[in-house]
């Protein structure tokens, strides 16, 4: 099976998945839910029209278009550890290993254990043959290569096991926006959109807001405003409390609209209903803040995107098939196995 096979069945089983019945869907999600109460139908759905946006057709054509791939030599068992924290959140490096035309040998997160095996199941109704590439593993020994997603202190464990394997471990990443000022109501909404999807738990969701000057502040908490049924989740108003508390008991300044809690803080990483804001002197000592801290940003958001290096608002976590995590290029790193 050559890569244009591979690309066509991959587009097929997207097609598949966009006329999925609603009843269809509605049992997935609810399973899913079931299992991870972060995972609402709605942000299921959200995972799921990502995945449908990386099986399109066109798009799948144009992205495989830029690579070389050798038919002749043999695929490559894969080891793929995948991280559980957003729904269906490994996919991507199922993809790219499926395309390169290597054996995904798959270890699941243990918070995302539906979607995925779902997932592959569907593509068994299109194409056995390439379904066949992918297992599910408890351990992942004597692979080829190794792709490995998870914290910090994973990355450790990760790097202990697999590197003397070829591989790509990733830690902990978390994203950012830059604000000037220029920004409208319907732009901060945007922005909200990479804030709250997820409830903020994926590395694509920004953490930290950074305003050219004080007076941008209220008006960013009054439209984060719009986004407040996310405290109808439990799990996400219980954090919100708990952050409160911490906050007033100890004294510490913060903004407080019902639902997200604003502090000032160098850090990067806020907690969940927690964004950690800086207010930037100038453009310049932003981007000296903003330097040696790559390794820990996966995004960088702006109105329409005018700051160096970044994505428009409200785009973070619409990533195209291209959009690699950590900007490493994975399908690249799989071809050259070869």
Known sequence: MDVNQRVTILASLGKHLQNLSEESKAELYAKMQNYNNWFTPSQSEKALEGICRYLDQQQLTNWVQYYSFDNSTLPKDIGIIMAGNIPG???HDLLCTLVAGHKARV?????DNILIPWLVDQLKSISNELAENISFEERLSGMDAYIATGSDNSARYFDYYFGKYPHIIRKNRTSVA??????????????????????????????????????QIQTFMKAMEKENEVSEHHKYFNNY?????????????HYDNGHLLLVESKELVSPISVIYFEIYASLADLQESLTGLEDKIQCLVSKDGWFDGS???????????????DKVDTLKFLLELN
């Open 311 to 325: 994505i428009a608002l409200g785009s973070a976590q619409d990533p195209e098939v291209n959009d690699y995590a």
């Open 178 to 215: 830059i604000l000037n000022g220029e920004e409208s109501e319907a732009d901060l909404e945007l922005l909200a959109k990479d804030i709250f999807t997820y409830y903020g738990l994926g590395c694509r969701n920004v953490s930290k807001v950074f305003f050219s000057n004080a007076s």
């Open 107 to 111: 270890k699941l997160g243990s918070s």
């Open 241 to 253: 409390e708990y952050n409160k508390s911490k906050y007033l008991i100890n004294s510490i300044p």
């Open 89 to 91: 959140v490994g996919f």
